[in-house]
């Protein structure tokens, strides 16, 4: 993976950590990952059920989390591994990898659009590296702090970049707004009736099935806002700063730091009507 292949770095060490060397790798990480579950997908694919009869892990899931393990032991071995599949712990001080091998893996399990490798590199709770890697639509978007967000070309991914910055924000009820829900039952009867009360007050919804593509979503311009309850920190360990380096404002839904269960996405002039109309439509964020 070349230079040319991210955008001309700084060569700073902000936090005091190289981000051009770290997001260099994170690609190469999450383009490999991504073209593992894409070429050597099988035609029966095993799956093991997670927390309910719908919450599934493939073995593409634990193959691709394995070859993104690979190549961090083989270039970061210091480092700290937090994975969805294989768990890990996040270094109080140093650089901790999370890594979310499939995201989405209901849609990838369908064959359907809408997954994507996630992989971070933070210090402590400050995201430095975000890749989130589509395979279905061949973009992988990418970011490090103070650097820009960006989105590789489709019809020539390892060829040059396109900076990601949001537009003029359109007015709450022409807004295209991304969400997504839990498995468990009860916190998706909740989920539904919010999204009941919120359709006919905005443009639209659109359930695409990975946070991780939402957040890349909203930094893209294909949706106005993304919110949600109730995900893991893997689900948006990449997306939140490709989305906050994007100019997109990254927060809890009901205000503060953002965190897994309660994350709101927006343009920055909207995220005030946009948190009080998700408040009278009784959204809930959730403690996990
Ligand atoms: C998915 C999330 C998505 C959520 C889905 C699922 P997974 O993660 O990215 O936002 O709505 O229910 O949790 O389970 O595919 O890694």
Redesign the pocket.
């Known amino acids: 993976m070349s230079g040319a292949d991210v955008p001309p770095g700084t060569g700073a060490e902000p936090h005091g950590f190289p981000l051009d060397e770290l997001l260099r790798i994170a690609r190469m990480a999450a383009d490999g990952a991504a073209t593992l579950i894409t070429d050597r997908r099988p035609e029966h694919l095993g799956v093991t059920q ?1 927390s309910t009869e719908t ?1 599934h892990v493939t073995e593409m ?1 634990t193959a691709a989390e394995r070859l993104i393990r690979e190549v961090l032991a083989q270039h970061r071995p210091a480092d700290a591994v937090l994975g ?1 599949e294989f768990g890990g712990e996040i270094s109080p001080d140093g650089v901790t990898w999370i890594v ?1 091998p ?7 399990l369908y064959d359907h659009p809408g ?1 994507a490798v996630s992989v971070a590199a933070w210090n402590g709770a400050i995201p430095l590296v975000g890749v989130v890697a589509d395979p279905t639509h061949r973009r992988t978007y990418h970011a490090r702090l103070g650097g820009g967000a960006w989105c590789s070309d489709p019809q020539d991914p390892a060829g040059p970049v396109r900076r990601l910055s949001l537009g003029k924000p359109r007015p709450l009820p022409q807004m295209l707004i991304a ?5 468990e039952p009860a916190r998706r009867a909740v989920q539904g009736r919010v999204v009941a009360e919120l359709l006919p007050q905005v443009r639209d919804i659109r ?8 957040m890349c979503s909203v930094a893209a311009g294909r949706v106005d806002a993304y919110y ?1 309850a ?3 920190v ?3 360990a990449a997306g939140r700063l490709i989305a906050s380096e994007a100019g997109a404002t990254v927060e809890a839904i009901e205000g503060g730091e953002v965190r897994p269960g309660s994350v709101l996405v927006c343009h920055p002039e909207r995220v005030g009507e946009l948190r009080a109309l998700l408040h009278r439509c009784g959204v809930s964020p959730i403690d996990v």
Do not use: C, H, P, Q
């Open positions: 997670k919450d899931d969805e979310d499939i995201d989405g893996t209901t849609n990838y997954y969400t997504g829900f839990g498995y359930r695409m099935g990975a946070a991780a593509l939402d949600e109730g995900l893991s893997w689900d948006l």
